[in-house]
């Protein structure tokens, strides 16, 4: 029995402990916290000239308020959070404090003027402004003489109360759809007499770079010529391209050898960041068909510029580069134009394009395999320790090697026993399947060692080297 107690009263002790902890933890919390901020008060005059004003604050971090009339009297009453006062003013400006008192004690305070005027409001101005936060949304605010509040419809949904709105307030509105909505105002003095002003606002879902085809709300016009037909459709082939849905491009038979479609934006490309285009294609035609695209002002289709680039793939999504830097881009060009197999009459077959955007990736990724036989890409060699390393052609086309260019090496007189050279490749190296490399090499000498060292890009220290 004694052991049993013992027990008890340590856990007891240790209990308590915890508690004092939890306690003390508790109140350092409390007393951290600051004092009431965002302190406001919503006037709401009886529209019956009768003076009746209710009287709601609000704060951020509030326990309690102390509310004082503003009158010829020195009342003041207490309010908890959600909790309004009742008072009857005659006409006049009152200067309303607001005392408002967080758990710990801390004090803010503000004073605002209520103005009781049985006049209607004049000379309303009502502001709307974009939602930033919404491509959809509005944000409206409004001034009036002697107005003490506005109510606001917005114009799309005729079963939706008016949202209130202070002297100096603002308040928002997503639409849910795009079109012209009539956005009205009614302000409110202290008498029943109002002012009402609307404004219509365009709400529109702008048809701009990058497209990529998923949205519910813009409609995507192809203006197809030369016999192509093209629409937007699901994605016939998430491989590759997890998209919802793309555009079909079908070069009917017997189509024009120029067939194609033509895109419109609202707006013209902003070429200042990015100089490049790319697409993502989609062709059931053997590597090399050509798909052109043709960038046009709006108004002068003279004022053009085009790219032709090979596909690489057959019946699978790959992405094709189109670089533009060298084009007139102090022009605006307004019309996106696509052609599939440019040059060739149509034959029934159907394309799939998506992903349209400005990019700064280069048309080929620099990856294993490394063949040196590009001519799209930049091989550039980093050389160290005395080592020089050059893109030439094949000094010696024969057995294992026909290709027609391949790295030459130099490890000059008098180098460093690590001389050597590196190359940086655009993405890492997927070992996933494979974990050994092959290279094909020509010396002079037989016998010597030949170091292949790998390296992460960011930190060298990451590292693996064979000989």
């Known amino acids: 029995m004694k052991k049993t107690f013992y027990f008890l009263s340590v856990l007891l002790l240790a209990i308590m402990a915890i508690v004092s902890c939890t306690e003390d933890d508790l109140t350092e919390q409390v007393q951290n916290l600051a004092a009431p901020q965002e302190l406001d008060i919503t006037f709401n005059i009886l529209q019956d000239n009768s003076g009746m004003v209710t009287l709601t604050p609000s704060a951020s971090g509030a326990a309690s308020f102390e509310l004082y009339y503003g009158d010829d ?136 770079l990058p497209i990529d085809f998923e949205s519910a709300t813009l409609a ?9 037909a093209s629409a937007k459709v699901a994605n016939p082939d998430l491989a590759g391209n997890n998209s919802a849905f793309v555009a079909e491009t079908t070069k009917t038979a017997g189509a024009q050898v120029f067939a194609g479609t033509v895109i419109e934006l609202d707006e013209a490309i902003d070429f200042t960041t990015f100089q490049k285009i790319k697409l993502d294609s989609w062709s059931p035609l053997p590597a090399g068909a050509i798909v052109k695209m043709k960038l046009e002002n709006a108004l002068d289709s003279n004022i053009s510029t085009e790219l032709d680039v090979p596909t690489a793939a057959t019946s699978s999504w790959e992405t094709l580069i189109f670089d533009f830097s060298a084009a007139d881009l102090t022009q605006q060009y307004q019309k996106v134009i696509v052609f599939y197999d440019f040059g060739n009459a149509g034959n029934s077959d159907t394309f799939y394009f998506d992903n349209i955007e400005l990019t700064d990736q280069s048309p080929i990724a620099l990856e294993l395999p490394l063949d040196f036989e590009s001519t799209l890409l930049t091989y550039n060699f980093d050389n160290f320790g005395g080592a020089n390393t050059s893109l030439v052609s094949n000094p010696d086309i024969s057995g294992l090697n026909t290709s027609s260019m391949v790295g030459n090496l130099n490890k000059s007189s008098g180098s460093q026993v690590w001389a050597g050279s590196f ?5 890492p190296i997927d070992f996933s399947l494979m974990q050994m490399i092959s290279i094909k090499t020509w010396s002079p000498q037989s016998g010597i060692t030949v170091k292949m060292k790998l390296e992460n890009l960011a930190d060298p220290n990451i590292n693996v080297e064979v000989d």
Request: proline share 4%.
């Open 220 to 228: 995507y016009n192809f203006i197809d010529f030369g016999g192509a």
């Open 73 to 208: 009297t020195e009342e003041s009453i207490e309010l908890l959070p959600g909790e309004s006062a009742e008072r009857i003013y005659s006409e006049g400006n009152y200067p309303i404090r607001l005392v408002a008192t967080s758990i710990n004690g801390k004090i803010s305070e503000i004073t605002k003027d209520l103005l009781v005027s049985f006049r209607a409001p004049e000379n309303l101005v009502i502001n709307i402004v974009d939602d930033p936060n919404s491509s959809f949304g509005i944000v409206v605010s409004a001034t009036a003489d002697f107005a003490t509040m506005f109510e606001v419809t917005f114009g799309e949904d005729a079963t939706l109360p008016a949202q209130n709105l202070a002297t100096d307030g603002e308040t928002g509105y997503v639409y849910n759809s795009i079109g012209d909505y009539v956005v009205t105002v009614t302000a409110f003095s202290g008498g029943a007499a109002t002012t009402m002003g609307t404004e219509t606002v365009s709400i529109i879902d702008p048809f701009l």
């Open 423 to 427: 190359i940086e490749l655009d993405n």
